[in-house]
């Protein structure tokens, strides 16, 4: 069975990331569901492809964030130091 981490129990992943070559047995591991014993059939490298794509992607979206609460905490400033007159007439105050 191949699987992805996250989708198994946290002692079969602590486990077989110490396991590194192929064909390796793993010590019988005591899980909720039951004993499980794993086999390393092969290693796959993560792809790092997409990776330069979503960093910048995700840098960006931190920039806009981060100057977004800027632009508010320099208004929020701005209106708490500013006083503000008005001198219309009383017929137009309504």
């Known amino acids: 069975m191949a699987f992805a981490f996250g989708s198994v129990p946290v ?8 396991l590194s070559p192929a064909g390796q047995l793993s010590a019988p591991i005591k899980a909720q ?4 014993v794993v086999k390393v059939l092969e290693r796959v490298p993560p792809d790092m492809g997409g ?6 992607k995700i840098q960006k979206e931190v920039l806009v964030q981060k100057q977004s609460l800027a632009w508010e905490s320099w208004i929020n400033g701005a209106r708490a130091n500013s006083k503000i007159e008005t001198h219309l007439p009383a017929s137009r105050r309504g």
Do not use: V
């Not at 002692?11 to 110490?18: D, L």
């Not at 569901?33 to 499980?36: A, C, V």
């Not at 990776?51 to 910048?56: D, G, N, W």
């Open 11 to 18: 002692p079969m992943e602590t486990r077989s990331i110490s």
């Open 33 to 36: 569901q039951g004993y499980y």
């Open 51 to 56: 990776l330069a794509a979503e960093r910048e």
